[in-house]
C-alpha cells in the first residue's frame, strides 16, 4: 500500500465496489464527522512533530 492511497483511505469515504449489491453499502456504518476530524488531527500532529524535530536538527546541527 503506498502512502497515497493510505491517505486516501483516510480522508475519503469508501465507495462501493462493482460487485457489491447496492444495499450491502447500508449495512456498514458510516464515518462520521468525528472520526474524519480525528484522523485530521492525528495526521497534522505527525507533520508538526516532523517539522519540529527538523527545526530542532537545524538549530543544534
Known amino acids: 500500500m503506498s502512502f497515497l492511497s493510505w491517505l486516501e483511505r483516510l480522508f ?3 465507495r462501493p465496489s462493482e460487485n ?4 450491502a453499502m447500508e449495512m456498514e456504518p458510516q464515518h462520521s464527522p468525528f ?5 485530521m488531527r492525528i495526521v497534522t500532529a505527525i507533520v508538526v512533530t516532523f517539522i ?4 530542532m ?3 543544534v546541527g
Open 35 to 39: 472520526e474524519w476530524n480525528q484522523h
Open 12 to 14: 475519503v469515504p469508501s
Open 57 to 59: 536538527w537545524w538549530i
Open 52 to 55: 519540529s524535530a527538523c527545526v
Open 20 to 23: 457489491e449489491p447496492e444495499g
